[in-house]
Every structure is written in structure tokens, then in C-alpha cells.
């Protein structure tokens, strides 16, 4: 123990070391040298397209947001998990239901780990999936329209960290519970968490056509922290593998007491055998209560559904299903490569990374040679599986990516550093420092069997003096790395928005064609579209009023609504009759105290308003959308609560 304890000092200590190091670099400055020639490499001339898109998870902001490389700009941020003023996401009456939980309405959480949807290995471009951490939480969000169009809750989960990462087929997406907690949730004393709090390891399975998700099942393990996941892939499909911490079960200051254990473990899971198992009846459904939302493009509206059991699985009850490998330092990353036979564990407490082989893993659970077990568990020899070590290649190991070409990137937090190497021969060939304090490294298709080994962008926690300063809080910053060659080359620095964790990459052409131009009218399903524009009217049901409105450059049609009362309830159920690519109109209600609508060509969108004096109060298009874009407005006039002036417009 007092080892242990020693050991993270020195590291503390050195991380301090190591950014001062860092900051002197910078100041005096590779910056001149590289100037020119990394400039020609992330120029994309104005009006000529990017290379890749990236997907750079938000962290705390919730989203998911997309930029271009080599040149780093930024495009678009998709709202997930938030209330996004911009488009209206998580306050229009059509999107609201994506954000209900069995917690109630949750319209914020901490979206870590982006990953793209794959067929037979490749990065196939339909959906790409992101975490909530927080409310435990799975989105999907189409990439036809880049919107998030699904939301599963995850039940017995608390910290949805090893999360959400797809298998070779997308068969499904995991989603691991990193705090172990009482399942099911029950009253009971803290400190009896030692054997009585599980953790949950998820299988979302996702429908092959519509990607639909369903909990297929949930495997009830023990209670250690679940980190981080990664698939099995080529020669290991149908396999899962999860990093855990705290195996020894400490449930108060971990910082010290979840440090103990030299070893911690790598879970694998081979889930093909539980698939067979429930197919086959096997499992035990539990009540659990979650939330479960679709949003439908041609309805245009979100539906949320509260679900009320879970299938679940005891792992001693599949033999041969879940085994662990013991893993130095309490592992954060666990990546696996392209083939499918290196299984990385990056011990964060380590200088070293630890490379399991897949194939000493099947051959150790074929002739049983176990070294005890954990609740039932098997556990496999460390040495048995154990392919070798990346020996002091850095400080604080934390993610790994690779690049299809037999090399391995790894981020080293500490020493703030990317670090390349030979998955083969384990001999590191390349380091880079990066400003400042790197997390995760992301390479386009770097976590499928089929990378695109042309760029590295790693995203850094710290950012100091790497930008102007903007008060005490700084974005985060991002750094790409062109990986063509022997030795990475530092090319761009630029700010991410939020914090961003992992990221997923994609060659653009794969996107691009398929990217939905507008919705086409003829197909708005929405219960309250207007698609004739003669339909335009407005409707009383009690104290509600359902306007049914049009906009089209440049009005609204009805313009003047008289008849409105105070105490009303206002729908504003607005359809854009536009069919031109990129000719969105806003809507906006003055006192209306939620936000605006932006509202796509062919789309239906509702806003609410209870307006609370009397008065003639304007509302107008919030997206310069023509020439007369400053003539599109209108005006509703509010009487008393007891007048008799009838609904006109
Ligand atoms: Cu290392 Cu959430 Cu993937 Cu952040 S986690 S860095
Ligand atoms: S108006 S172009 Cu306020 Cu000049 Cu926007
Ligand atoms: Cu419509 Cu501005």
C-alpha cells in the first residue's frame, strides 16, 4: 500500500515537471519552422471541400460537434444531450420528448465517446453513436441529417462511461456503468458496497435497416468500475473488452484506496455465447424503468416511451462467457487493433502499456489454466496472456489508435505526449509533445479494422498559451498530426467547443452523398403541418389556441392573429414551404420564455407562448433569408381575459 502511495506522488510530481518542460518548448518555438510547409498542408481553398469529417464528442456542453481536416473548421454542432437555442433542439414541442428520462426531463449531460457505425469492419457512415455520461444515456444521431433521432436511457447503470462503441456489424452498440451501484437501486448503507454493488455491462442491439436501439440484455457483474470498451474485431468478433479500476471495491476516497491492487483487470465478454444463451430463454427479466425516445423525419416529432424491464444475465451462468485478464495500474483505455489480436491495456498509473494477445487469451481459456477467480469469474495468468510490454514509452498512458499500416498511437496524459509504435515489435518509433496534457488521439476509421492512416488529431485538456487569452476559461485545443510518414508532423492547432473526449473520423466522400438536402413537403406526416397553403388558420380548444402557420421568402401566413387572450396558451405549429437546400426561416415571439425555431425546408416545428399582457406584440424570422428577410414579421394582439373579441386573422 505504501508503495502504491509513493508511486502516484512521483507521478504527480513529474506531471508537474512535465508541463513547465512543455510550456518552455512552445514559447521558444517550433512555431516559425513548421509555419510554411504545415500551412500548405491543412490549406482547403475557399469553396473546395475537406478530406474527412471529424466528430469531436462536446464533454460537458452535451453535443457532438463536426469539423473538417486537414483544415480544423468547424461546421456544424449537433445538440444531443442539451437545450440548443440555435436550432430550437430540447424547447420546440416536436423535440422536447428526446430529452425525458425516468428522471423526468434531463436536458443536459456529459457526451464522451463518438463512435461511427460499421459493416464487415468498414466505417459504413449511416448513424454515429455518443454516451451521456451522466443520466446514463445512448443517442444515435443520423448522418443522412445530422440529428439526433434516437435516445435510449440505460437502467442500472451510474456513470456511463464505457460507452457507446459499436461491434464489426453494428450489431450492437455497449454501454459499461462506470460507479458501481446497488442493482436494483435500493436503500441501503454505503459502506456494504463491497460484494453488494454490480456493475452492468449493456448490449444495445441495433435493427439492421431502421437502427432501431433495443437493451437486449445486461450482463450483472461485479462491482468494480467499468472504464472503457472496445469491440472485438477480425479473428476476435464476437468478443468485448472492458477496462475496470477499483477492483478492489473501495467506495470512499479512491484516490488512495482504489490504487492498492497492482493488477486491476480486462473484462472479456463474448457476447455471441450470452446472445445464444437469452435467444435460447436464458436470462431474467428485472423491473427497471427507462426512458426510450425516436424522433421520426417524417412526423418531424419525437416520441418517448417508458420502458419497465430489462433482461438480465449472470455471467457464472453462461460458462465460458466472461473471463478477466489481469491488467497493471489501473487501466483507463482498452483498445484493440485492426486484426483483432492486440488487445491494449493503457495502465494510467504506468509508464509502460500492457498488449494482451487474443489468440494466448483463447489458448489459456481452451486448457483452463486459471488463476482463481472473482465472484465466480475466471480469472486468466497474467503471463499466459500477455503478448508484451511497451516499456517507458511515457507518462499516464491513456488512449490508443492506430493507423492500418502495423503502428499504434498512444496519448500519455502526464508527459503530454502522442507516442508511436510498432504493434509487432512493441518498439516505439515516434513521439510528439503535445500541448498541453492529451486525452484522447483520434485517427479516421482508427477504432474499425480499416483506418485511414493519413491524420491523427489529438484533443488536449490544457490549452495555457496556446490562443489568445478569453478570461479564465480557454477551449480546448486540438492538434493534427499528418501520420503519413516515419515521423508525425505537427501541422494545426484548433479550438474544440466544450470538452471534447474521444472523436470519430470518416473520409467525407462516404458522408457527402448521401447528406439529405431538405425535407420534401409532400412527405411532412406532422399531426400539425399546414402543406396547402390555403390550410394556413387558426383554432381555439379552451384556453388553447393551435395557430397553423406557413413561411415562405418572405411572410408568414396568417400575419395579424387578433383574438388572443391573456391566460392562452399559444401553439405556434409552423411549416417552412421552402424546397431549397440552405433556406432555413427562424421564428421568434417576443416574451415567448423558451427560444427560437429554426425550421428546415419541408419541416414542421411548434414553439409555445402564453403571452402575459395585453398588448400587440410582434413576432419575426430570425434567419436572413432573403432580401426582404427585415419584411417577414407579424403581429398578435392580446386582450384581456374576459374579453369577447373572436379569433381572426
Ligand atoms: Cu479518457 Cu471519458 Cu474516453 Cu476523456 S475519457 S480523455
Ligand atoms: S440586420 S444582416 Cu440586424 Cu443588418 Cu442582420
Ligand atoms: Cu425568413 Cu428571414
Known amino acids: 500500500m505504501k508503495n502504491s502511495i509513493l508511486y502516484i506522488f512521483s507521478l504527480i510530481i513529474s506531471a508537474s515537471f512535465f508541463s513547465c518542460n512543455n510550456s518552455e518548448n512552445s514559447k521558444n518555438g517550433d512555431r516559425g519552422a513548421l509555419a510554411s510547409s504545415a500551412a500548405e498542408k491543412v490549406y482547403v481553398a475557399p469553396g473546395e471541400h475537406d478530406d474527412f469529417y471529424a466528430f469531436i464528442s462536446g464533454g460537458y456542453s452535451g453535443n457532438l460537434t463536426v469539423y473538417g481536416l486537414p483544415s480544423g473548421r468547424m461546421f456544424k454542432e449537433i445538440p444531443v444531450f442539451s437545450q440548443f437555442p440555435t436550432s430550437g433542439y430540447g424547447y420546440s414541442e416536436e423535440t422536447k420528448p428526446m430529452l425525458n428520462t425516468s428522471h423526468g426531463f434531463i436536458p443536459w449531460d456529459d457526451s464522451h465517446h463518438p463512435d461511427i457505425s460499421q459493416t464487415e469492419g468498414k466505417l459504413d457512415g449511416r448513424w454515429i453513436f455518443i454516451n451521456g455520461n451522466n443520466t446514463p ?38 454501454a459499461g456503468t462506470r460507479f458501481s451501484v446497488p442493482v436494483p437501486q435500493q436503500d441501503m448503507p454505503i459502506n456494504e458496497y463491497k460484494g453488494k454493488f454490480k456493475g452492468t455491462l449493456s448490449f444495445i442491439s441495433v435493427a439492421p435497416e431502421t437502427g432501431r436501439m433495443n437493451i437486449k440484455f445486461q450482463l450483472i457483474m461485479p462491482g468494480f468500475d467499468y472504464d472503457l470498451s472496445h469491440p472485438g474485431r477480425g479473428k476476435s468478433h464476437g468478443w468485448f473488452f472492458f477496462t475496470t479500476y477499483n477492483t478492489e471495491e473501495a467506495n470512499t476516497l479512491l484516490e488512495v484506496n482504489a490504487s492498492q491492487n497492482d493488477k486491476d483487470f480486462i473484462a472479456a465478454v463474448n457476447w455471441k455465447k450470452i446472445e445464444e444463451y437469452v435467444n435460447n430463454g436464458g436470462g431474467k427479466m428485472m423491473p427497471a424503468e427507462y426512458a426510450h425516445n425516436v424522433y421520426d423525419d417524417h412526423t418531424h416529432t419525437a416520441t418517448s416511451t417508458m420502458k419497465k424491464e430489462v433482461l438480465t444475465v449472470d455471467p457464472t451462468e453462461v460458462p465460458g462467457a466472461v473471463f478477466l485478464l489481469p491488467t497493471p495500474k489501473s487501466p483507463h483505455g482498452c483498445d484493440v487493433d485492426p486484426s483483432g489480436e492486440y488487445i491494449i491495456g493503457n495502465g494510467k498509473l504506468s509508464a509502460d502499456l500492457t498488449i494482451h494477445s487474443f489468440t494466448k487469451m483463447i489458448d489459456a481459456i481452451e486448457n483452463k489454466r486459471f488463476d482463481g477467480d472473482a465472484y465466480g469469474i475466471p480469472i486468466l495468468k497474467f503471463e499466459d496472456v500477455l503478448a508484451g510490454t511497451v516499456k517507458q514509452a511515457g507518462l499516464g498512458p491513456l488512449h490508443t489508435e492506430f493507423d492500418g499500416k502495423g503502428n499504434a498511437y498512444t496519448t500519455f496524459f502526464i508527459s503530454s505526449e502522442l507516442v508511436k509504435w510498432n504493434v509487432e515489435t512493441q518498439e516505439v518509433i515516434d513521439r510528439q509533445p503535445n500541448y498541453y496534457s492529451v486525452g484522447h488521439v483520434m485517427i479516421p476509421g482508427g477504432n474499425s479494422a480499416h483506418p485511414f492512416g493519413k491524420y491523427a488529431v489529438s484533443m488536449n485538456k490544457i490549452t495555457k498559451d496556446r490562443y489568445l487569452p478569453t478570461g479564465p476559461e480557454l477551449e480546448h485545443s486540438a492538434q493534427l498530426f499528418d501520420i503519413s510518414g516515419d515521423k508525425m508532423e505537427l501541422l494545426l492547432d484548433f479550438p474544440t467547443h466544450g470538452e471534447p473526449h474521444y472523436a470519430a473520423g470518416i473520409p467525407a466522400e462516404i458522408i457527402k452523398e448521401n447528406s439529405q438536402k431538405i425535407y420534401k413537403l409532400a412527405e411532412n406526416k406532422h399531426e400539425y403541418a399546414t402543406i396547402a397553403n390555403g390550410d394556413a388558420r387558426v383554432e381555439r380548444d379552451g384556453n388553447e389556441v393551435h395557430v397553423y402557420m406557413t413561411m415562405i421568402r418572405s411572410h408568414f401566413t396568417p400575419d395579424n392573429i387578433e383574438g388572443i387572450k391573456v391566460g392562452d396558451k399559444v401553439y405556434f405549429h409552423i411549416t417552412n414551404h421552402e424546397q431549397d437546400f440552405d433556406v432555413p426561416h427562424g421564428f421568434a415571439m417576443i416574451g415567448a420564455n423558451n427560444a427560437e425555431l429554426l425550421i428546415m425546408p419541408g419541416q414542421t416545428k411548434t414553439l409555445t407562448w402564453e403571452p402575459k399582457k395585453v398588448g400587440v406584440w410582434p413576432f419575426y424570422c430570425t434567419d436572413f433569408c432573403s432580401a426582404l428577410h427585415q419584411e417577414m414579421q407579424g403581429y398578435i394582439r392580446v386582450s384581456p381575459k374576459d374579453s369577447n373579441i373572436d379569433l381572426s386573422w
Not at 137 to 146: Q, V
Not at 154 to 174: I, K, L, M, Q, W
Open 137 to 174: 444515456r445512448i443517442a444515435k444521431i443520423d448522418l443522412k441529417t445530422f440529428e439526433t433521432t434516437e435516445i435510449i436511457e440505460v437502467p442500472n447503470s451510474a456513470g456511463n462511461h464505457s460507452s457507446s462503441f459499436v461491434t464489426e456489424n453494428t450489431e450492437y452498440v455497449v
